[in-house]
């Protein structure tokens, strides 16, 4: 083999050699490139998966989300937002407001006590009862019993105004209302336990749905809004206009539960009786009405009339 010949294998090695680390060299270069671009994914979507958690972290929950939930008002409610719960013969042309709060001892002390003289009254078409719910006891003793209890009485409200009266009396009951620091209405098996003592609520599906899926939560947030309308930041309260009536206070003595339950009713006939004038039997005397039936029938079932407007005034 001629010198020419073997310098000419030996360059076209060469060529071969760097036509192949080239080729390696290029491949390395794009692996690196798949890799980078890989990491780069794989960080956008962990942080953007950091920040989806963030966000959901911060988005509102419990009754902070029923703020921002769709509004749902039940049957028999009026006014902005629903939030008047007026019940009562139409033709009765007076209004006595009650302040409650569903977790408040001195209110359900009230309900167990004296409950029947006021729905004596609403019944006889003597006036109309506007009820403002309040929740904050939640607030002051903490936990949810409160709000949740009133989103169940709307749920109530929804199938009438006797369902809501009857419920709430069994929610003050001795037999289901809890100590103030017990938070038991914020459980749902609670509050259903005290609706089968209510006709209307025992074993009704529409009811048991709606209270285990907070229909009415969102209005129950409304409501609680309402704490120191008209100056009222205490329950029970009870106005007539802008006019607060005052029950006198039973004496600290012993007693029996009967003597205590008389007592606070001939105090709660005092105060009603010096404001709307004596009572007449069958009802009707200065309340502007004859005897007007149940609270839900002749219109009391669909609270102010239509076109009426609530003699109470403000909000």
């Known amino acids: 083999m ?83 719960i007026l019940i009562g013969d139409k033709k009765a042309t007076q209004t006595l407001e009650v302040f409650e709060d569903v977790r408040c001892p001195a209110c359900a002390a009230f309900e167990q006590s004296t409950g029947e003289e006021l729905l004596k009254d609403i019944h006889d078409g003597r006036f109309k009862v506007r009820f403002t719910m309040y929740s904050f006891i939640d607030d002051a003793q903490g936990g949810e019993g409160s709000k949740n209890a009133l989103s169940a009485l709307g749920a109530a409200l929804n199938i009438s105004p006797e369902a809501f009266l009857k419920y709430k009396a069994a929610l003050y009951s001795a037999k289901y209302h809890p100590d103030e620091r017990e938070d038991l209405y914020a459980k749902d098996t609670e509050l259903l336990k005290a609706a089968g003592d209510v006709p209307e609520l025992k074993g009704n599906k529409a009811f048991e749905k709606q209270v285990k899926d907070g229909t009415y939560d969102r209005w129950a947030m409304e409501l609680t809004a309402l704490f120191g309308r008209k100056g009222v930041r205490g329950t029970p309260t009870f106005m007539h206009g802008d006019k607060k009536l005052t029950m006198a206070e039973i004496p600290q003595r012993r007693m029996t539960q009967e003597q205590y339950n008389q007592l606070a009713r001939a105090n709660f006939r005092k105060m009603i009786d010096a404001e709307f004038g004596p009572a007449k039997d069958g009802g009707g005397k200065d309340g502007g009405a004859d ?18 407007k609530d003699p109470t005034g403000g909000n």
């Open 2 to 84: 001629s010198n020419r010949n073997t310098q000419a294998s030996k360059q076209a090695a060469r060529e071969r050699i760097r036509a192949q680390r080239e080729k390696e060299k290029k491949k390395e270069r794009l692996r690196r490139q798949l890799v980078v671009a890989v990491s780069v994914v794989g960080v956008l979507a962990v942080a953007g998966g950091i920040g989806y958690a963030v966000m959901k972290a911060n988005e509102p929950t419990g009754w902070e989300a029923a703020k921002e939930a769709k509004l749902v008002t039940p049957a028999h409610t009026q006014g902005k937002n629903g939030t008047e």
């Open 291 to 308: 005897k007007g039936g149940d609270a839900g029938k002749d219109g009391g079932g669909q609270g102010i009339a239509k076109g009426e």
